[in-house]
């Protein structure tokens, strides 16, 4: 992997996993007590950021992973690598790459989809980051995952706009395959002329992103996704979130991250905790008429809530009850609708009930996955300072055992089985669904499904609904990188001034 010069000695760490440093520069000069086990329990069976192998985050020097600790894997120690990579990624760096926000956290300083994927006959891309870094809001786009290509307008009326950014590896790997333009991906697809781009791809070889060795030094393919919400200029409120200017706020971010053990990408999804409300009672989240922060939630407004929601902390999302994620479609546009979390987190933070890991061999798909995220929820976010302390995990996904980087496979419950691969499971959170980015496809929100029946948000929801390997090769190892050259055709996103 050709690294650029300005990252090269920080990439450079060899640390092993088993000696994992403790991992960001935004925190306290002291930390919270882990939780602590009853007596007689092993203190290694709770999730409360050691890794089955006994390295330990503590949120002081934030190294990267290039891979889930081996050998065990438990399922905590995939939801503490979540908070790993998410700990890494927001570490505040330089980036001179960025003449108008030189500090910003590090995800910023990868290369934004637009240095990467260019127009047909344009040349090669230069070397990574290709070009500024700068989020530049007319290069930001309106689409929500699904079928529907669906809009989220916060309680203000304002669009959510959406950018994603490449690491070096996948940057490096896409230009070296010559697949930067439509028509050096149609090579790949062997699409028909003039079809439409990531819909149609013959061809059933499949191209594999660079996966890495598992170091810190060598990271697999990542893509980050994010969500930012638009304020009036000079009026983000940067004292409770991260705002790149003066009006665009993160709400939402999504890692995806390839690496050698876990060819089907791990999975993970933070969102800032006063997005939205959970639709039922007794969880980490319930609804009331402020956020956990003392402010209005962004997507929520308890003015506008149905009769009786306020009151029950219920907001049905069912056909039979609809009062949330309601279909947003305003004719030609779209309009504020008052959005719950279907796939809330317990309550109790640091419990030994949330603690408790179950077995990495569990044949439950869940495994606890609920419990040990509030439990690393409450243990990180006390250990930061300033406005990350107000983002949370809500969720990790991936598929049961390892899976080869190059190999194909077919997934249970998203697919039909594919004679001579292997099935997998998805666990974690199976139906994994950030309310930023995947607003409408959350598990068992059927009051608005975009995708109908055949992909029913009833039974069906999360990461691998979309991103899975199919027949077709329109996946491209499950990015959807491709999906980005149609966006040259489009209008680009007028900002709010």
């Known amino acids: 992997m050709r690294l650029h010069a300005r990252t090269r000695p920080l990439l450079r ?29 092993n203190p290694q069976v709770l999730c409360n950021g050691v890794f089955s192998t006994g390295a330990k985050i503590n949120v002081a020097n934030p190294q990267p992973l290039g891979d889930v600790p081996l050998p ?34 590090r995800f910023l300083s990868w290369a934004p989809w637009y240095n990467l994927l260019k127009p047909n006959g344009s040349p090669a891309p230069g070397a990574f980051p290709g070009g500024t870094t700068t989020l530049e809001v007319g290069m930001l786009d309106q689409k929500q995952a699904g079928a529907g290509q669906d809009a989220l307008v916060d309680v203000a009326g304002q669009t959510v706009l959406y950018d994603i950014r490449f690491n070096q590896t996948l940057y490096d790997g896409v230009i070296s395959a010559g697949y930067y333009t439509q028509a050096g991906y149609n090579s790949l ?10 819909t149609d791809c013959p061809n059933p070889q499949q191209f594999w992103l660079p996966w890495g060795d598992g170091t810190s030094a060598n990271l697999g393919s990542v893509e980050i996704k994010t969500a930012w919400r638009q304020f009036p200029a000079n009026n983000c409120p940067s004292t409770t979130m991260y705002c790149a200017g003066t009006n665009l ?11 050698p053990t ?12 006063a997005n939205t409300p959970d639709c039922n009672p007794g969880s980490s989240t319930p609804i009331s008429q402020i956020s956990p922060l003392g402010t209005s939630w962004s997507f929520f407004n308890p003015a506008t809530a149905p009769a009786g929601v306020m009151s029950s902390q219920t907001c049905g999302v069912t056909p039979s009850s609809p009062q949330c994620n309601l279909d947003p479609h305003d004719g030609a546009g779209f309009k504020q609708v008052n959005i719950c979390r279907t ?10 009930a949330n603690c408790a890991v179950v077995g990495s061999s569990s044949s439950d798909p869940n495994a606890n996955s609920g419990g040990n995220v509030s439990c690393l929820n409450a243990t990180f976010r006390p250990q930061l300072i ?30 039909q089985p594919k004679s001579g691969l292997p099935e997998k499971t998805a666990v974690g ?48 190892d499950l990015s959807h990188f491709p999906s980005k050259f149609d966006d040259f055709s489009r209008p680009r996103v007028r900002a709010r001034r």
């Open 429 to 476: 959170f199976p139906h994994l669904a950030n309310t930023t980015l995947e607003t409408y496809l959350q598990t068992g929100s059927t009051a608005y499904d975009p995708n109908g029946s055949s992909l029913s948000n009833a039974d069906k929801a999360g990461c691998f609904g979309c991103h899975n390997p199919v027949a077709q090769n329109t996946d491209t």
């Open 72 to 105: 065990e894997q438990s399922f905590c120690d995939f939801h503490t690598f979540s908070w790993n990579q998410f700990i890494y990624l927001t570490q505040i760096v330089e980036d001179g790459n960025d003449p108008v926000t030189p500090t910003k956290p």
């Open 386 to 415: 300033g406005v990350w302390k107000n983002y949370q995990l809500i969720g990790t996904l991936w598929t049961k055992g390892t899976q080869a980087p190059d190999s194909d496979f077919w997934i249970q419950l998203f697919q």
């Open 189 to 198: 697809c062997q699409a028909d002329a003039g079809s439409p781009p990531f």
């Open 343 to 352: 796939d809330a987190l317990p309550a109790g933070g640091t419990s030994n």
């Open 262 to 273: 876990h060819g089907e990408w791990v999975w993970a999804s933070f969102e800032h905790i």
């Open 13 to 41: 760490s060899t640390l092993a996993v088993a000696t994992l440093g403790a991992l960001s520069l935004h925190c306290k000069d002291s930390e919270d007590p882990a939780p602590q086990p009853d007596a007689g329990t």
């Open 249 to 259: 706020g993160l709400v939402g971010l999504h890692i995806a991250q390839k690496t």
